[in-house]
């Protein structure tokens, strides 16, 4: 009976989108401050743009904004300006309202804290959901919103740009034979308000899970020769995955059973945008609840192995730390 729902909105979905094949998707947006919004609609609403992806339009908007986080609030009217002007989105006051005008929902409030109750009015609603980095602001609310998604069969996926990296994905898929072990490393900018790798070493974070897939076991806390953040984690099996803080930009190395390769290069956001479609197209989603919630409890563990001076945290205690506290 627990499939029953899931089951129904996909026979519903998939009626309806060959209803209207001959449609693009309307795409509504949640959090217009972060340059997210104005990037993903170029490549959805504007055919000339590089790398267009086809299939879906942003037609509305939700404005959102946090009063306590700078980059947020002082972003929010610019980008609001840039989807009317430029691209015709209409700016609704609510998120119910927004629901009302659109097939699926992009939620990308820069905050991660809201997306739980940002979330709710869109699951309510029946509507896919793709919501960007970071997830949420705890590991908490990320199984909470998995949970209500389920319950309610709505298809949901939550994923950084950086896993969609070309040899990225091909070493997922398989090149090198199973991954032993991996190092990635990206910006680490923090924000009081979040777990350290929240922010952003999510982006590299992502880049670690996609090739090493699910399966860590614990985490622990060190640091870089030069004092930046360094994350050991150990998956089953004796595996090892390192997540390193570098200023200069994103990579990574994978060493597996048929060789190495290189890992966790950024190469634009129209991969992900095209996942998210084709998502929207098939209520099928492509990243795993199983696999995010994994990553968050890895970044959450980090934490935990940081205000122990650099401890071993094992990924179960974070998952049942945080399911009981719902």
Not at 73 to 97: A, C, F, M
Not at 224 to 250: F, L, M
Request: hydrophobic letters at 35%.
């Amino acid at each position: 009976m627990n499939f029953l729902p899931q089951l129904l909105f996909s026979i519903v979905f998939v009626m309806t989108l060959a209803a209207n094949a001959a449609d693009d998707l309307r795409i509504g947006l949640i959090g217009l401050d972060t340059s997210h919004v104005t990037a993903f609609t170029a490549l959805l609403n504007d055919p000339k743009a590089p790398n267009h992806v086809p299939g879906a339009k942003v037609v509305a908007a939700f404005k959102g904004g946090s009063t306590d986080i700078e980059s947020s609030w002082s972003r929010v009217e610019g980008y609001t300006q840039e989807l009317r002007e430029k691209h015709s989105v209409t700016i609704y006051d609510s998120i119910e309202e927004l629901c009302r005008h659109v097939d699926a929902v992009m939620l990308e409030s820069v905050d991660g804290r809201p997306h739980l109750e940002q979330a709710r009015p869109v699951i309510k609603a029946r509507k896919p959901l793709y919501i960007d980095k970071p997830m949420a602001g705890s590991l908490k609310d990320v199984i909470e919103i998995f949970r209500l998604a389920k319950e309610a069969g709505v298809p949901m996926f939550s994923s950084s740009s950086l896993r969609y990296g070309k040899t990225t994905q091909t070493v997922r898929n398989g090149s090198i034979g199973k991954v032993l072990r991996a190092e990635t490393w990206s910006p680490c900018h923090l924000e009081k308000t979040h777990p350290d790798l929240f922010w952003y070493g999510v982006h590299g974070v992502e880049s670690l899970f996609t090739v090493m897939g699910t399966g860590c076991e614990s985490v622990k806390r060190g640091a870089t020769r030069d004092g930046r953040i360094e994350v050991t984690g150990t998956w089953r099996g004796g595996r090892v995955g390192i997540y390193r803080e570098d200023p200069k930009g994103y990579g990574g190395i994978a060493k597996g059973e048929k060789g190495e390769s290189p890992v966790g290069a950024y190469e634009g956001y129209h991969p992900l945008v095209a996942e998210a479609v084709k998502f929207f197209q098939t209520g099928v989603a492509p990243v795993s609840p199983e696999e995010t919630i994994e990553l968050f409890a890895f970044m959450e563990a980090d934490d935990e192995s940081k205000r122990h001076g650099g401890a071993e945290v094992k990924i179960v205690d974070m998952l049942k730390r945080a399911s009981a506290t719902r």
